[in-house]
């Protein structure tokens, strides 16, 4: 069974820095692709970041580029997203999903739908 437990999320004011976690059982992070999402109240979900470990392809949404880092550490089997100089607008709900195979994934990692594995979504509140 494909289970992936998202944590890391807090609250933090403007300019802080987080460090969210996807640890993943049921599956070998270096096989998939692996994404963030987030939802804010009242808004849709949308694609963070994405990687694809066993070709180090990394994908971000343009209003994190410079700031988030993904990562994964294929020996813990877990992914990482570092979130400095956090904005208020990064509220929402983070939320970490995989698929594969990545590279076909990855044509598509802002879709919601490319993803069959979701994992809980972890609170981001940052203050202004």
């Known amino acids: 069974e494909v289970q992936l437990q998202a944590s890391g999320g807090g609250l933090v004011q403007a300019g802080g820095s987080l460090r969210l976690s996807c640890a993943a059982s049921?599956?070998?992070?270096?096989?998939?692709?692996i994404a963030w999402f987030r939802q804010a109240p009242g808004k849709e979900r949308e694609g963070v970041s994405a990687?694809?470990?066993?070709?180090?392809?990394?994908y971000y949404l343009d209003s994190v580029k410079g700031r988030f880092t993904i990562s994964a550490d294929n020996a813990k089997n877990t992914v990482y997203l570092q979130m400095n100089n956090l904005k208020p607008e990064d509220t929402a709900v983070y939320y970490c999903?995989?698929?594969?195979?990545?590279?076909?994934?990855?044509?598509?990692?802002?879709?919601?739908?490319?993803?069959?594995?979701w994992g809980q979504g972890t609170q981001v509140t940052v203050s202004s």
């Open positions: 999903a995989a698929d594969s195979p990545p590279l076909a994934i990855l044509s598509s990692w802002t879709r919601e739908s490319a993803f069959d594995y």
């Open positions: 049921g599956l070998n992070v270096d096989d998939y692709a």
């Open positions: 990687i694809s470990s066993s070709d180090g392809s990394k």
